[in-house]
């Protein structure tokens, strides 16, 4: 296989002559031209051949802005050169964009009108490569009050033209533009940019002033642009190749590196080659690494394994004991000398980040934490003090070996616990958070087999995931009693409650895992929410559980009795899913009549009360959490139903007499049509909700009516997988 040194020199060397040229334009425009000691002609070529060949780097590109937009002492000709060449390599940055717009205008600093002008115009030609357009957007304010300018005002209308939305066009805006072009000679620019006003307002904007000749806004040069994506394109595959070679090559940090001065993981180095083997440091490519996988002799410290991703991938598909050996040995050392420093107060907490870092990072990629890392997690532990290197040591934790839960508890889950919490809903956020992560790895080795065998009289693996669960359940409830909680609170529940959604889907097929419901109080906590994806969520994960049931049940006369679940246990899980439907679709809110409803749980001596209340803001209590009046869900019903009668009234405005004010009610569609408002029943209104939802990422809700209400089963809207 070639090498590919002597291109990648060729490019470093081609880079660093351009900086050294950009070095030179910085000092020279600084410099009056009679005080420079050489010409300025050779940086200003070195510059602009390699921009026009290769692309200019965000930096530089950001560093050559820099120094044209403020006054300086460069001459015309070269600023326009300059201008011309500005090619970038990648991706337009925001700080450019800013520069540049903050040197338009009048000032003694600002650069000349005809570097103005120009980087106006390149603004324009290098607006698709954009890294964040609603930068300019922002700006649109400063851009427009700048249309008096008449060198620049061509190609500030351009600009304008580009950036303009709805929420741009004020009417002090169209009054302003009116005044413009009434007091100035016909200009096509100016024109075109009212004209793409009108497009927002066309009632606004009537009479002579889109009339006459208007530009449309060509790009100002074609041939540039085509350079540009040239360009671009070439940069981009460059890139992917570099992360494709770095990927499957020896990790270097250089010898000026402040990482190798410090680092006290060493790099890979293979001494004891021959010439049958291949060492890590001679593979270039994925090519090469796969076609000598066989040949690749191990390196001389494989400690390194923490710190180079290619020795990591070697390690995870060539696993050796005796490798395992080494790693470990190297590990318990290291870690011997750490403790020791702590128990003589001479701790280096770098050492020890940096190593614990490496650990994880191995542990990712080969899925096994290594065992001097439990026994210093385990023997730091009880001192610990719940901060110092929190994020990756609870990471590790997550990757020990499934065993009795009362054995985690003894060994690790206790003291971390001890450690962080402080009965603030911040402590206990972090401790859910790990708990998921926990539960996430505990199901992955549940479904791969990868656990202990576990002794006759000993937990199952079933029963130390649910009383993980259990603990994890009544965190859950402590988290949403304190206080209001918050949105991120709520969120961690959740994602907790995913997780389990996830691992119970194999329940039918898994004797390990068993569905273990949520405390109810959690589930209507969550229900009377004020947050949308939050209810969307929550009527995902109660949607898998009434699958995983329905599985479980269909599947009870092959099983044994002892894993089958009580009718009881299922009819209560039941009552929550009546329960939430009675709110938000059979306007039936806190009923316990219906079978297995429990009225949310509401005590009914405290209903009357509610029922006054409700009276009392004009409502009815049973209606006020559906989806025309919930707080949650009634702007978006409105939304929904705005939409049905704008593509009604689109497809024939005869249709639409009069608009529905809201919410909707069965009642309000039976007068809407009786007036000459759009016709729809009740059940479509609903369905057509569910639908609009879906189509903008909120799709839990139309999951759990479509898999629960027996009569949506077949009408359903949106692609959801049905069963009763």
Known sequence: MPSAAPLEDAMGEDVSQMQNALAEIQEASVTPAKQRKSKLADPIRVLCEYAFKEGLPAESLNKIIDIITTRNHLNQASITSIVKNLYPAAKVSSDAIVLVIGGLGQGMTKPSLPTQASLLKWLIMVYEVLEDSEVLSKLYGVMFNMLDMISLRASLCHLLSLVTRRKHVKPFRIQALL??????????????????????????????????????????????????????????????KQSQREEFKVSRRGRSSVKRNRSSLPEVHTSRANEASFTLEEVESVEDFVERLEQIELPNQLISALDDPLLQKYLALRPSEKATKRLEKWLSAAFDDISRAIIDGNEDEKVLSELLRGVLTYTRRTKNLPKAAVEFLLDCLPTW????????????????????????????????????????????????????????????????????????GRESPSETLSRLFNRTDLLCLSLLETGTPSFYAMSSVLSFYEAIAFAITYSSSNPNIRITTPTPQIIYLLTFTNSVSILSRLCSVLTVY??????????????????????????????????????????????????????????????????????????????????SHSTTLCALSIACFRDLEDAAYAADPESIVTRHAGPVTQRSLTVL????????????????????????????????MFNTMKHLMNAKVPTVAGAE
């Not at 009276?615 to 009815?620: I, R, S, W, Y």
């Open 673 to 704: 049509a009786n007036e000459g408002g759009l016709r729809i029943s009740w059940a479509n209104y609903r369905l057509e909700v569910l639908k609009w939802l879906d189509e903008r990422g909120v799709g839990g809700i139309g999951e759990l």
């Open 179 to 240: 005044e413009l072009s009434h007091n100035v000679a016909d200009e096509p620019a100016l024109r075109g940019l009212i004209r793409v006003y009108k497009e927002f307002y066309p009632d606004i904007i009537v009479g002579e002033a889109t009339a006459g000749r208007a530009s449309y806004f060509r790009h100002p040069d074609s041939e540039w642009r085509e350079k540009l994506h040239v360009i671009q394109e070439a940069h981009a595959q460059r890139i992917a």
């Open 385 to 456: 003090n719940g901060t110092a290197n929190r994020q990756v040591l609870l990471e590790l934790l997550t990757y020990m070996h499934l065993r009795p839960f009362e054995d985690q508890q003894a060994s690790f889950l206790g003291y971390v616990e001890a450690a962080i919490l402080d009965n603030t809903p911040e402590s206990k956020s972090v401790i859910l958070e790990f708990y998921t992560a926990i539960l996430r790895m505990w199901t992955v080795r549940i479904l791969s087999g990868q656990y202990e065998s576990i002794p006759e």
């Open 546 to 627: 009434k699958r995983a049931f329905e599985s479980a049940m269909n599947a009870a006369t092959s099983l044994p009795t002892e894993r089958g679940y009580p009718r009881e246990h299922v009819n209560h899980f039941n009552g929550f899913l009546m329960d939430i439907c009675n709110c938000l679709w059979r306007n039936r809110a806190f009923n316990r009549e219906d079978a297995n409803a429990l009225g949310c749980l509401i005590p009914t001596t405290v209903l009357p009360s509610l029922r006054t209340y409700a009276d009392g803001l004009g409502h009815t209590l049973p209606t006020m959490f559906s989806l």
